[in-house]
Nanobody, 124 residues
Framework: QVQLVESGGGLVQAGDSLRLSCVVS????????MGWFRQAPGKGHEFVAA????????NYADSAKGRFTSSRDNAKDTVYLQMNSLKPEDTANYFC?????????????????WGQGTQVTVSS
């Protein structure tokens, strides 16, 4: 099993920055990639970013490119999502998820392990 705990969400103004953290525990040696997804009220999970557990490959949604950066701290088994130049449309509950199969994916269904989410609210 893999356990994920997100933190770092909050209420910010447009243009501000936030850094989300995802602490990973359990069978971390089985993980191939970590994904970040978000869910706005009344909508499904939207892909934001993905990073290999090795930290050597990343993939971003078009909405995140140039503003968001995912990284990993090997020593802390923690994955980060640095979000800059936040916009009101970034408001959502943000989740990290773990994938065991060896391929980065943008599909929520490809990630069997999920955290509880952290709320990000961006005011205009």
């Amino acid at each position: 099993q893999v356990q994920l705990v997100e933190s770092g969400g909050g209420l910010v103004q447009a243009g501000d920055s936030l850094r989300l953290s995802c602490v990973v525990s359990g069978r971390t040696l089985s993980i191939y990639a970590m994904g970040w997804f978000r869910q706005a009220p009344g909508k499904g999970h939207e892909f934001v970013a993905a990073i290999t557990w090795a930290g050597d490959t990343t993939n971003y949604a078009d909405s995140a490119k140039g503003r968001f950066t995912s990284s990993r701290d090997n020593a802390k088994d923690t994955v980060y999502l640095q979000m800059n130049s936040l916009k009101p449309e970034d408001t959502a509950n943000y989740f990290c998820a773990a994938r065991l199969s060896p391929r980065l994916s943008v599909k929520p269904s490809d990630y069997p392990y999920w955290g509880q989410g952290t709320q990000v609210t961006v005011s205009s």
